[in-house]
């Protein structure tokens, strides 16, 4: 880990010691692919949607495809 989480609600909690919190890191390890896979619980169960994402500067692009 580079350096702190600003909140308690963005640290990493399972195996802390891999968390990752320096920009620039952040931002190669994101560049280097272009799909991410989002989850939430619904009521008939889990949902997980292939997502593909993009960064124009620092802003994150999401487009996702239902």
Known sequence: ?????K??????????ER???DR?????ILDAGFVCHLGYQ???GP???PTL???LDVA???VVYT
């Open 60 to 62: 994150p692009i999401e």
């Open 1 to 5: 880990m580079t350096s702190r989480p």
């Open 7 to 16: 909140r308690d609600r963005t640290r990493v909690r399972r195996v802390p």
């Open 24 to 28: 620039p890191e952040v931002y190669a």
């Open 19 to 21: 968390g990752i919190y």
């Open 42 to 44: 619904a009521e008939h």
């Open 47 to 49: 949902v997980v949607l």
């Open 53 to 55: 994402y993009g960064r």
